[in-house]
T-cell receptor
Framework: DAGVTQSPTHLIKTRGQQVTLRCSPKSGHDTVSWYQQALGQGPQFIFQYYEEEERQRGNFPDRFSGHQFPNYSSELNVNALLLGDSALYLC???????????FGPGTRLLVL | AQSVTQPDIHITVSEGASLELRCNYSYGATPYLFWYVQSPGQGLQLLLKYFSGDTLVQGIKGFEAEFKRSQSSFNLRKPSVHWSDAAEYFCAVDGHSGGNNRKLIWGLGTSLAVNP
């Protein structure tokens, strides 16, 4: 049973560029959440998707957007990248209404 | 607003010694509480969770945690630490807004080093 997978594992971009990160949830899960973890910090909630809709959102600007596909996989898009967007981006999946989230290995984004 | 405090940024213990990592939370209702572990360059692995019932919960890798409502705490313990336990440990609270929406509020983490 595959767990949560994310791609790519690492990514280097320059300021102003756009990036797309991908996540496939654990088998049987229908909800995907995205978190940003800056170096030395705890994760910060970005948003959560269920039934292809954004259900709740953390304190992140509109430059951060997402999408969920019918197979429950998800993308995180960040536009107009800033140096401060450099972080580990974590995807977590769960079953709707269930409290436990399972995390992927993350995508490490470096913005130069 | 919900918040999680992990007072210890860094802890060093000797292999075989006991361990306690502290976690305090602020939440207006009955919380759902979690401990996750993160090894260098890795994602987050769930160690244990508390939703209700018995306040002492057992997790993987020999970890346990005790929920104390009066102290708003959920401290993680292990009786004998192994070198492989060296990692970053995060406490998290489910700050759900009601219904089925779920999001985790995280502490800043405690970095654990283990001396041989």
């Amino acid at each position: 049973d595959a767990g949560v997978t994310q791609s790519p594992t690492h990514l280097i971009k320059t300021r102003g560029q756009q990036v797309t990160l991908r996540c496939s949830p654990k088998s049987g899960h229908d909800t995907v959440s995205w978190y940003q973890q800056a170096l030395g910090q705890g994760p910060q909630f970005i948003f959560q998707y269920y039934e292809e809709e954004e259900r709740q959102r953390g304190n992140f600007p509109d430059r951060f957007s997402g999408h969920q596909f019918p197979n429950y996989s998800s993308e995180l898009n960040v536009n107009a990248l800033l140096l401060g967007d450099s972080a580990l981006y974590l995807c977590a999946s769960s079953t709707r209404g269930q409290e436990t989230q399972y995390f992927g290995p993350g995508t490490r984004l470096l913005v130069l | 607003a919900q918040s999680v405090t992990q007072p210890d940024i860094h802890i060093t213990v000797s292999e075989g010694a006991s361990l306690e990592l502290r976690c305090n939370y602020s939440y207006g209702a009955t919380p759902y509480l979690f401990w996750y572990v993160q090894s260098p360059g890795q994602g987050l692995q769930l160690l244990l969770k508390y939703f209700s019932g018995d306040t002492l919960v057992q997790g993987i890798k020999g970890f346990e945690a005790e929920f104390k409502r009066s102290q708003s705490s959920f401290n993680l313990r292990k009786p004998s630490v192994h070198w492989s336990d060296a990692a970053e440990y995060f406490c998290a609270v489910d700050g759900h807004s009601g219904g089925n929406n779920r999001k985790l509020i995280w502490g800043l983490g405690t970095s654990l080093a283990v001396n041989p």
